[in-house]
């Protein structure tokens, strides 16, 4: 079975015999595999009336167990944005209900930021519909095979994960 990828990287075997293009059989696929996933997932959340930032707020909030709160800093360091990004998110989140601010109780300056109810169901659904939308996208892989993609995928990108 021919791809995309073979015919690249054919193509710059004939035009550049010079260079080692091989780091392409690999990357340019997971490149493209990123573009794809990228668009079903947006497609996912779009079907719950969620953008792509919004589900990561949310999500991150919702891992964070109950009472599904963190701090503004918190929320920095899982979905890696600045801060007044952050804030113009969750003052958005806020004005649709799905998180509120509360006052830390640990510091009078600080404030907590909670998923409603609102924003819990959201979370939970748009999951639910990630996943389903996930599975049909590696249908093609048993079991094994998404074990083992899987294991491979995180010896690439766990130094990443490391110097992050």
């Not at 999500?59 to 929320?75: H, N, V």
């Given at each position: 079975?021919?791809?995309?990828?073979?015919r690249?990287?054919?193509?710059?075997r004939?035009?550049?015999?010079?260079l080692?293009?091989?780091?392409?059989?690999v990357?340019?696929r997971?490149?493209?595999l990123a573009?794809?996933?990228?668009?079903?997932?947006?497609?996912?959340?779009?079907?719950?009336?969620l953008?792509?930032?919004e589900?990561?707020?949310?999500?991150?909030?919702?891992?964070?167990g109950?009472p599904?709160?963190?701090?503004?800093?918190q929320?920095?360091?899982?979905?890696?944005?600045?801060?007044?990004?952050?804030?113009?998110?969750?003052?958005?989140?806020?004005?649709?209900?799905l998180v509120?601010?509360?006052?830390?109780?640990?510091?009078r300056?600080?404030?907590?930021?909670?998923?409603t109810?609102?924003?819990?169901?959201?979370?939970?659904?748009?999951?639910a519909?990630?996943l389903?939308?996930?599975?049909?996208?590696?249908?093609?892989?048993?079991?094994?095979?998404q074990?083992?993609?899987?294991?491979?995928?995180?010896?690439?990108?766990?130094?990443?994960?490391?110097?992050?």
């Amino acid at each position: 079975m021919e791809d995309e990828v073979d015919r690249l990287v054919a193509a710059w075997r004939r035009e550049r015999p010079d260079l080692d293009v091989e780091p392409l059989e690999v990357l340019s696929r997971v490149s493209r595999l990123a573009r794809h996933l990228d668009r079903a997932r947006r497609t996912a959340f779009a079907e719950h009336g969620l953008e792509p930032w919004e589900f990561d707020v949310l999500t991150a909030l919702r891992r964070a167990g109950s009472p599904y709160q963190l701090s503004p800093g918190q929320l920095l360091t899982q979905t890696l944005v600045t801060s007044g990004t952050m804030t113009n998110r969750i003052d958005r989140l806020t004005g649709k209900g799905l998180v509120r601010r509360l006052p830390d109780p640990d510091d009078r300056r600080g404030v907590l930021v909670r998923l409603t109810d609102d924003g819990r169901d959201k979370a939970d659904q748009a999951l639910a519909g990630l996943l389903a939308h996930e599975r049909e996208l590696l249908a093609q892989l048993s079991s094994g095979q998404q074990d083992e993609l899987a294991a491979l995928l995180r010896r690439l990108i766990a130094p990443f994960d490391r110097a992050g």
